[in-house]
């Protein structure tokens, strides 16, 4: 199936590409560049350079460990925990340079575009969802003090950690992700 | 002074392009329309738009209000909250869709332009150590816990800050940045 293998390849550049220069910088050319494909291939697969960065964000997202997350198995503030230190380690692993795509589009693509920007919206919600859920679980296990309110707590902690991500992008170390994680597990939910 | 109010005019609307547009998308004819400027007075004044967005920058991070939180009078964490209270009503007068310029340069310009990037780190780095200086006071006034080190708390609280903004700035709510101040200090640090 070429077709199909020709669109993950495309998929894949653009990935690359988007995290490393941002949406503006980045043409189609240097896309299919990446991804080793001719540029006229682009527009069988995607409508626009807006189209293939919403499959982008959209792939991004789902590769998110939100499994472990959900996992009934363990604490559920080890749970957390994990999720956001397997995603330091993709993080790093990519280059902290890169940042994180949802962090970087927010700052990016309000008033150029609406989709993009609805998107990454709706999936900064979906991550606050989830670390909301988990500790509610926190708390009625008695992980959690009664007195930090999961709905709120949940979505200041992907805060917290979507401006490490573009702290440690903008000084080039991992050292404010390394911070984010320590502080909040050993000292801030332990209190 | 004729030189004089044409480069303030340049700067002032070079900042309202920037914060609004972003850095890539906003070309040198978009900031001289909003200046209401000759575009090429722009070269009288500035090498280059990177020269005259580094002047934004050191602009509007000498526009935060540091004054009030050096300030020797009142309590240590009331004035923390105050240096952010301030900070999140200019950046609703502005329109939370703006974002905060270092925010937006932090996500957008690594890998584009160094010594954009750079500034934007030393700012950064600058504003967690205005809060831990700060905390640093509560903590010796017995305002806040010995087990939340100031040193780590500040940075942790300007990237939680941050964060809450960039989720303001593409949500197009102010909500995000009223849950950080008051989760912040209402919840947090009073525990």
Known sequence: MPQRNVKE???????QV????GYHAASVGDIVAA????????????DSKEDLA????????????FDALLDPEGSPLARLRTFFSDTI???????????????????????HS?????LVADSLKQMGG?????????????EL????????????LVDAFEGSVARAKVSGTRAPLDSFLDFTFDVLLKR
Chains 1, 2 share one sequence.
């Open 18 to 21: 988007l995290l490393e220069q």
């Open 9 to 15: 390849q495309l998929v894949e550049g653009a990935s």
């Open 35 to 46: 991804a080793g494909i001719p540029k006229g291939s682009v527009y069988n697969h995607f």
């Open 114 to 118: 609406d989709p993009i920007s609805d």
């Open 89 to 111: 380690e993709r993080t790093v692993a990519r280059g902290v340079t890169s940042g994180c795509l949802l962090g970087n589009f927010s700052t990016e693509l309000v008033g």
């Open 130 to 142: 989830g670390a909301t859920a988990v500790l509610e679980e926190a708390r009625e296990r008695g």
């Open 54 to 65: 919403m499959e982008v964000v959209r792939r991004y997202v789902a590769s998110y460990p």
């Open 145 to 156: 003090d009664a007195d930090l309110d999961p709905a709120v707590l949940g979505p200041y």
